[in-house]
């Protein structure tokens, strides 16, 4: 099947001490090179209902979100829920982009976790607010994975 072609802190109770010197120490001692991944975090109200509700439509958006961030697709995997809603999953080389959609709310809680630098995670992220015709949307983006010099 063409899967491309058609629209279809808080606080913490315990006693816990620490030297703060020494957590400077090793801040400074060791400088962040890189990181493994980036991982987006996407919360997109309303969106356009029909597409939300349309297991078919979304998985084939989400499998062009991954190509345009430049990744390579393994598996595919959406469920649709009765009465309503898809989750599912695209399971990439390098990692994986997923969606819990809420037609009832028109809001979709969206997931995209890339590792190596040659991917544009935002690019996916973007593909996928336009394709559901979102107004309204938070992205938060988390470095995953630091690597230190030492």
């Known amino acids: 099947m063409d899967l491309l072609s058609s629209r279809s802190r808080g606080g913490c109770n ?45 998985e084939k958006l989400f499998v062009r979100a991954a190509l345009k961030a430049g990744a390579e697709v393994r598996e595919v995997a ?6 309503q809603g898809v989750s599912g999953v ?27 630098d040659h991917l544009q995670p935002e690019e996916a992220f973007h593909t996928i607010v336009e394709g559901l015709k979102c107004r309204k949307y938070d992205i938060n983006e988390i470095r995953r994975g630091a690597v230190f010099n030492t």
């Open 78 to 83: 959406f469920h649709k829920f009765a009465p």
């Open 14 to 58: 315990g006693n816990v001490q620490f030297d703060l010197d020494m957590v400077t120490y090793e801040r400074e001692k060791r400088s962040v090179m890189n990181t493994l991944g980036r991982h987006i975090l996407g919360d997109l109200w309303n969106c356009d209902v029909s597409c939300l509700e349309d297991i078919d439509y979304v």
């Open 90 to 116: 695209v399971l990439i080389s390098e990692s994986h982009l997923t969606i819990h959609s809420f037609p009832e709310h028109g809001y979709a809680s969206i997931d995209i976790y890339t590792c190596g």
